[in-house]
Nanobody, 124 residues
């Protein structure tokens, strides 16, 4: 059973930065795609970014393109989401997820394991 644990959330002013981390258990981390999603109160969970097992394929939602960077360190079984130029509309619970194939998708239902989420709050 894979376990994912997010960290790095918090309260930040608009224009600020945060770096989220997602530590994964298991021995085959480099084989699997990772994704970041977020869910604001009263809204559906939405795609933020995804990265392939090797890190060679990366894709972002239009709303975060140019501001967020997804990466992974397969030697540490950890994925990251660097968030810059944060806006109040980025406020949400952020989740990392793992899909047990090499390539990710933008659909939450395609992911097999989820972390517990970390709150990101951006004040104006």
């Amino acid at each position: 059973q894979v376990q994912l644990a997010e960290s790095g959330g918090g309260l930040v002013q608009a224009g600020g930065s945060l770096r989220l981390s997602c530590a994964a258990s298991g021995r085959t981390f480099s084989s699997y795609a990772m994704g970041w999603f977020r869910q604001a109160p009263g809204k559906e969970r939405e795609f933020v970014a995804r990265i392939s097992g090797s890190g060679g394929s990366i894709y972002y939602a239009d709303s975060v393109k140019g501001r967020f960077t997804i990466s992974r360190d397969n030697t540490k079984n950890t994925a990251y989401l660097q968030m810059n130029s944060l806006k109040p509309e980025d406020t949400a619970v952020y989740y990392c997820a793992q899909r047990t194939v090499r390539l990710g998708t933008s659909w939450p239902q395609d992911y097999d394991y989820w972390g517990q989420g970390t709150q990101v709050t951006v004040s104006s």
